[in-house]
T-cell receptor
Framework: DGGITQSPKYLFRKEGQNVTLSCEQN?????MYWYRQDPGQGLRLIYY???????QKGDIAEGYSVSREKKESFPLTVTSAQKNPTAFYLC????????????FGPGTRLTVT | GESVGLHLPTLSVQEGDNSIINCAYS??????FIWYKQESGKGPQFIID?????DKRQGQRVTVLLNKTVKHLSLQIAATQPGDSAVYFC????????????????FGQGTILTVHP
């Protein structure tokens, strides 16, 4: 099956710890994205990558870091510098130049206590 | 339509009725508008999109209308079913800035649709 996978579905961490969320796609898409969703709100862009070994900050990048070493993978690290890390994190991918054609993964719900 | 804050707009309908979900967008330069459906605990699922040079587009049981004069987008669902219950988001795609090939999606806050059997 082609698609986007995110793991784990639920993640719990103590405050002050870094945590890495996984995102893998086998759609052969060049572009990948990370969004954050808070209760009752829409999606906000954290980071995006148009091509391997390149990525740019989105609207709320502070406290997050990413890497894009492989086309299929775009892991997101939530660092201890992120003040309110508890949220639902969504990964998406799209063909190059078609940001309007994004396909989303199932999401990871991160809870930091 | 969309609203600011934590209280999402809600729409309750009876099974079999038609549903209309509205969205106001902000950027007159957006070139695509997309509707997503999100069920609880899942990622958004693409429903339908419309290019900015169109006024109407139809899919299976869904129709999207675009009014650029008032920057308004609507999603019509015919013969609404209980399985249509979800949060519906509109998104606008901003054209790439000069020197980049990257467009950007901006999402609305969503509307909760509840379909009663």
């Amino acid at each position: 099956d082609g698609g986007i996978t995110q793991s784990p579905k639920y993640l719990f961490r103590k405050e002050g710890q870094n945590v890495t969320l996984s995102c893998e796609q086998n759609l052969n898409h060049d572009a990948m994205y990370w969004y954050r969703q808070d209760p009752g709100q829409g999606l906000r862009l954290i980071y995006y990558s148009q091509i391997v070994n390149d990525f740019q900050k989105g609207d709320i990048a502070e406290g997050y870091s990413v890497s894009r070493e492989k086309k299929e993978s775009f892991p997101l690290t939530v660092t201890s510098a992120q003040k309110n890390p508890t949220a639902f994190y969504l990964c998406a991918s799209s063909p190059s130049g078609s940001s309007y054609e994004q396909y989303f993964g199932p999401g990871t719900r991160l809870t930091v206590t | 339509g969309e609203s600011v804050g934590l209280h999402l707009p809600t729409l309750s309908v009876q099974e079999g009725d038609n549903s209309i979900i509205n969205c106001a967008y902000s950027n007159s330069a957006s070139d695509y508008f997309i509707w997503y459906k999100q069920e609880s605990g899942k990622g958004p699922q693409f429903i339908i999109d419309i290019r900015s040079n169109m006024d109407k587009r139809q899919g299976q049981r869904v129709t999207v209308l675009l009014n650029k004069t008032v920057k308004h987008l609507s999603l019509q669902i015919a013969a609404t079913q209980p399985g249509d219950s979800a949060v519906y988001f509109c998104a606008e795609n901003h054209r790439p800035e000069r020197g980049t090939s990257y467009g950007k999606l901006t999402f609305g806050q969503g509307t909760i649709l509840t379909v009663h059997p």
